[in-house]
Each structure stands twice: as C-alpha cells, then as structure tokens.
C-alpha cells in the first residue's frame, strides 16, 4: 500500500467544499481532487459577506474577478457599520473599515482623538473609507484592474450562486472530479499501520470511493470528524449567546436604487439585524438569542426593520438554527474539516467564510506528502486553528462586552464577567491606559489586527483613563487625521458609486491582470 498522499476527497459542496477543492487543485495540479455531494440537498445559502482576503483566494486559483460579479451577484464591501450598538439611540453608530488608520502604528492615535476630538467618531477621524460608504462609492475605478484596488475590499455575494461558480471552475478549469452520490457509511482501514485512518466511503450508487485524506465540508452535520471520529463540539453558548437566524431576501424598491458599500448591523433588543446589498437585492438577517427571545417577537423585529427599510410586509423568512462553537480538534488522523463541521458562531464580523479561505490555504501550503507527515502537519493545524477560533470569539464578544444597553437582559448578561473569556477581560484591564497594539496580538497571521479592536473599541467610545504618555505627540497624531481628511475629498469625487461601477462590470468587464 502506498504511504504517499496522491487523492484528496472533499466529502460536501456548497460555498466551503468548492473553495477547499479549488485552492488545493489550483495548488497541487499533480494530486487527484474529487468532491462528492449528496444530490438535492441544498446549501445553507447564508454567508454572504468576505473579508478582503478574499480577492487573493479567488485571484489564486485563477478566476476573473469580472465573472465572479457577474456570476454570483456580487457587490463590493468595504467594512461594517454599527447602529444602535453603543447605547440604542437614534444617531448612534461606528464604522469598522477594511482600510488601517491613517499612519497607525506611527502615532497615539486613540490619544489624540480622545483628548481633542471626541466629537467626531473614531473611524470617520483616522480614516477615508467610511465616508466612501456613507456616500455609496465603490473602492476603485472602472480602469483599476481585476482584485486591484483604491480603497481595500471584499464582497457581497449570492452564497448559492457562488458555490455554482467555484463548482463550474473546479470542474471545467482545474480538473476536479465532481461525485452525486449519497455517503452512507464511512470505510476505515481495518489493520495495519493506517488502521484508523478513513480508506474510503461508501456510496448508495457508486461503492467505495477511496482516497488518501479526506475533507469534511459537510456543514454542521459534520459526518466524518464529527460523526465518525466522535470529536466533540465545544460549546460557546455560554459566551456567545445568539443561537438563532431568520433571514430574508428584499428587492430594491427601483431598479437604480444605490447599493450599500458595507454591511450594516443594526442592533435590537435581543440580537441584531444583519443588511447587505447585492445588485438585485438585499440580505436581511435577524440574529438573536433563543433563551432571551422568542421567534415570533425576533420575526415581527425582523418585519417592522424591513418595513421600515422600505422593504415589502409580507416577507416570508428562512428560519435557522446553530449552535455556536467550534471542534476540539479539526484535523484527526486522515481527516480534516473546513466550513461549518468545523464550527459556527454568529456572523456578526463575517468570519466564516473567513475560516474557510485560512483552512483551505493552510491545507494547501502544508500540504503533506506522505501518512508519515499527516499527523505532524495535523498537530500544527489543530493548534493554529484553536488559536483563530479563541480570537474570533473573544473579538465578536468585544461588540457586546462594550455596549451600554440596558434595555433587556440580553445586553446586561453579555457583561456579566463571568460570561467573558479570561483572556479578554486580561486585555481589556491593559486598554484602559493604552490601545490596542502589535504586541497583544503577536502571531504573523491574526484573524483580527490590533487596528481592529481600536475601530471597535474606540467606536463604541471606550475612553481611555490612564494619562497620555511623552511620546504621544498630538500634533503627529493631527498630521495623519489631516491626511485622512485630504484623501477623502480627493476620492469622493473621483470614485464611482457601487451600483455604477457594478453596472460597469456587468456591460464591459475590468482589466484583467
């Protein structure tokens, strides 16, 4: 029997298994990939937003970014838009772009807002692009080539449709093998050096598919680490309390109505409410905790936040159940997960699709070459991975953490200390006399920068209470927000609006690379 690993099998399509099979194809054009699905049984279909990283995946295993907006319905998104987080007014809201502060890491930034620009939010202060998505403007212009950019970005998109796209390319471009057939038992090896390892699964129609290491894509059914190997879910409801999502699809009211340049999340009573704007449409989600609320009242919120959104009253919501956490271990002998058997926590952030791009790359970068290496790659995998899925939830609790609500128990319990992970509280105690920095986060490839907990932080006004220190110059601090001012007029007018560089697109296409 051969040691070496020649044939990768991705058990699940959707959004997770086509990514996981085009960038280990892309990569490793001498492997056999096949993906084998079970026929008729859709996607979620949720997970519409990116992050920038995005671009590099897509730009890697050869897609043309033109297509992809085509295809998939795609829209360009350039961060996140809190309202009503801090303390539930009408005016309140933050911005957290995908562009750095201007000159962070150069200058005390945070100190100087502080202490001389209160008034003004963080974000708006320290950067250009959030008023690039108050005004609708798209990151770059109809002659910026394909994934390059003016402003960085990620996108919106049709989750469906964005698995039909990387499935099309998989099969048609990188020679992936395409499997309908339902799995009805996994096939261990029996003896032998590699008894334990998975020698193949059993298919209703087509025997036993064999392979070598095998992907699990199947969503929160997690057959094969989940299932087969028996590795547990670890829990995160005590941190993390939303379990629940009704989502719904809006047209525009006109066909020329301007698409938002981020996601907005509007915070609710017991939740919030996610809102995305593709070309054809928009993506309403509402999030919410079960044990604070119940699904009729968290479907009338949904309602009366469309309606007054200018969207239709007789919505008819998708209803979702999760439950928020993550594997023990993601990779066990031959087996892998990426995507939702994984893990699952809410998609304040969208980090899932996030995950999946880290999983996939790392899977095929590290790509191991024979059994003998799997268990050494494994162990570096399951530690890196332990590692991002502790920062994802001590980031999205940050959110809640810093809220002022108290207009249900929902937001009062997130506070409760006990509910807040050790790690967090410890780097909470250091930001009330500094910011956030490098140094608190110090692994080469961070889910989250430190400049991400500064939007958070500083958005939901967080002061600081320790005095300023000498080399906090406030004028070099002034220096980098005038700049930040400067490029703001000297884009706003020279960048499109979202809707008519997609309508660009659409008609003529971007410049290839």
């Known amino acids: 029997m051969s040691n070496t690993i020649e044939h990768i099998v991705v058990v699940g399509g959707g959004s997770a298994g086509w990514l996981a099979a085009a960038v280990i194809a892309a990569e490793h054009r001498h492997l056999r990939v096949t993906l084998v699905e079970s026929p008729g049984v859709p996607p979620?279909?949720?997970?519409?937003?990116?992050?920038?990283?995005?671009?590099?995946?897509?730009?890697?295993?050869?897609?043309?970014?033109?297509?992809?907006?085509?295809?998939?319905?795609?829209?360009?998104?350039?961060?996140?838009?809190?309202?009503?987080?801090?303390?539930?007014?009408?005016?309140?809201?933050?911005?957290?772009?995908?562009?750095?502060?201007?000159?962070?890491?150069?200058?005390n930034l945070a100190a100087a807002w502080q202490a001389q620009h209160r008034n003004v939010p963080f974000a708006d202060l320290a950067s250009f692009q959030p008023h690039l998505c108050v005004q609708g403007r798209a990151p770059k212009q109809a002659r910026t080539p394909e994934f390059a950019a003016v402003a960085n970005y990620g996108y919106h998109l049709d989750a469906g449709k964005f698995g039909v796209f990387l499935r099309a390319h998989c099969v048609d471009k990188l020679g992936v093998r395409h499997v309908l057939d339902h799995v009805d038992a996994v096939v261990p090896h029996e003896d032998g050096e590699r008894r334990g390892d998975i020698a193949g699964l059993r298919l209703r129609d087509g025997g036993v598919l064999a392979g070598d290491l095998f992907v699990d894509c199947t969503g929160m059914q997690s057959l094969l680490l989940g299932g087969h190997y028996g590795v547990p879910l670890l829990h995160q409801r005590h941190v993390l309390f939303n379990d629940r999502a009704l989502a719904v699809q809006v047209p525009y009211a006109t066909p020329d109505a301007p698409i938002a340049?981020?996601?907005?999340?509007?915070?609710?009573?017991?939740?919030?409410?996610?809102?995305?704007?593709?070309?054809?449409?928009?993506?309403?989600?509402?999030?919410?905790?079960?044990?604070?609320?119940?699904?009729?009242?968290?479907?009338?919120?949904?309602?009366?936040?469309?309606?007054?959104?200018?969207?239709?009253?007789?919505?008819?919501?998708?209803?979702?159940?999760?439950?928020?956490?993550?594997?023990?271990?993601?990779?066990?002998?031959?087996?892998?997960?990426?995507?939702?058997?994984?893990?699952?926590?809410?998609?304040?952030?969208?980090?899932?699709?996030?995950?999946?791009?880290?999983?996939?790359?790392?899977?095929?970068?590290?790509?191991?070459?024979?059994?003998?290496?799997?268990?050494?790659?494994?162990?570096?995998?399951?530690?890196?991975?332990?590692?991002?899925?502790?920062?994802?939830?001590?980031?999205l609790k940050l959110h809640y953490v810093l809220s002022k609500r108290s207009d249900d128990?929902?937001?009062?319990?997130?506070?409760?200390?006990?509910?807040?992970?050790?790690?967090?509280?410890?780097?909470?105690?250091?930001?009330?006399?500094?910011?956030?920095?490098?140094?608190?986060?110090?692994?080469?490839?961070?889910?989250?920068?430190?400049?991400?907990?500064?939007?958070?932080?500083?958005?939901?006004?967080?002061?600081?209470?320790?005095?300023?220190?000498?080399?906090?110059?406030?004028?070099?601090?002034?220096?980098?927000?005038?700049?930040?001012?400067?490029?703001?007029?000297?884009?706003?007018?020279?960048?499109?609006?979202?809707?008519?560089?997609?309508?660009?697109?659409?008609?003529?296409?971007?410049?290839?690379?």
């Open 44 to 107: 979620i279909g949720v997970g519409e937003g990116t992050w920038p990283s995005m671009r590099d995946t897509l730009h890697r295993i050869g897609v043309s970014e033109s297509a992809f907006f085509r295809e998939c319905d795609a829209a360009f998104k350039q961060g996140s838009r809190f309202d009503r987080w801090v303390d539930g007014s009408a005016g309140d809201y933050y911005f957290h772009p995908f562009v750095l502060p201007q000159g962070y890491g150069d200058a």
């Open 261 to 395: 340049s981020q996601t907005t999340s509007t915070a609710q009573r017991c939740g919030w409410i996610w809102d995305i704007g593709l070309p054809t449409r928009r993506g309403i989600g509402h999030v919410y905790s079960s044990a604070h609320i119940d699904d009729d009242e968290a479907e009338r919120q949904l309602r009366a936040y469309v309606a007054a959104t200018g969207g239709p009253a007789d919505i008819v919501p998708r209803k979702l159940r999760f439950e928020p956490g993550y594997r023990e271990r993601f990779w066990q002998r031959n087996c892998v997960a990426i995507g939702l058997s994984a893990g699952f926590i809410e998609p304040l952030e969208a980090s899932a699709l996030a995950l999946v791009e880290m999983s996939a790359a790392w899977l095929a970068d590290d790509m191991p070459a024979t059994r003998a290496d799997v268990d050494v790659v494994a162990s570096r995998f399951n530690e890196a991975f332990t590692y991002r899925w502790e920062r994802v939830i001590e980031f």
């Open 409 to 513: 128990p929902y937001w009062i319990d997130h506070r409760r200390p006990e509910t807040i992970p050790a790690r967090l509280q410890a780097l909470l105690g250091l930001w009330r006399t500094r910011p956030p920095s490098r140094r608190d986060f110090p692994r080469i490839e961070e889910v989250f920068p430190s400049a991400s907990y500064q939007y958070i932080l500083y958005g939901m006004q967080t002061p600081f209470e320790g005095a300023p220190r000498a080399s906090d110059l406030p004028q070099e601090a002034d220096r980098h927000f005038r700049e930040a001012a400067r490029l703001t007029a000297q884009m706003l007018p020279a960048l499109p609006s979202n809707r008519a560089l997609l309508e660009h697109i659409r008609l003529h296409g971007l410049q290839r690379i």
